[in-house]
């Protein structure tokens, strides 16, 4: 995330397009839909660390009376799904975070609730709904 905390656009805008570097390069229409009216950030989970991305959105946050913060993903990446992470963490250390988690699975746009970002977080939760769900495997 290249971008100062509290860059004009930012500032201007209040909404940010938080995305998955691979998005733009796979998918460039969803990408193009999204940043629209947004300062869009790519992001890297493979290259930038949790901690570091962490930082710098919540002084972005904290700075910037934000009204919206999308974040988009590739669905079932390991590194992307940390991203939504981040999101998630970011609003409990400053609040009120207006925040849309989206992910991509078969060229679809998904929306995933704040409250499935943390049930991911927790893999026993995640081992009693599959089991009560009855699924077997994946």
């Known amino acids: 995330m290249d971008v100062n905390v509290a860059c004009r656009e930012l500032r201007r805008v209040k909404r940010i ?41 919540a002084s972005m946050a904290s700075r910037v009376a934000l009204e919206e913060v999308v974040v988009l993903t590739v669905d079932g990446s ?39 970002v943390k049930v991911a977080r927790y893999l026993s939760r995640v081992k009693r709904l599959v089991e009560a769900a009855g699924f077997d495997g994946v």
Request: charged share 30%.
């Open 78 to 116: 390991p590194h992307c799904v940390q991203l939504h992470m981040v999101v998630e963490e970011v609003e409990r250390i400053v609040g009120k975070l207006p925040r849309i988690h989206l992910v991509v699975e078969g060229g679809k746009v998904v929306e995933v609730k704040p409250i499935h």
């Open 17 to 57: 397009l938080l995305y998955g570097t691979c998005i733009r390069d796979e998918r460039p229409e969803i990408f193009e839909r999204y940043a629209k009216g947004r300062v869009a950030l790519a992001v890297c989970m493979e290259e930038e660390h949790f901690n570091m991305v962490a930082l710098k959105l």
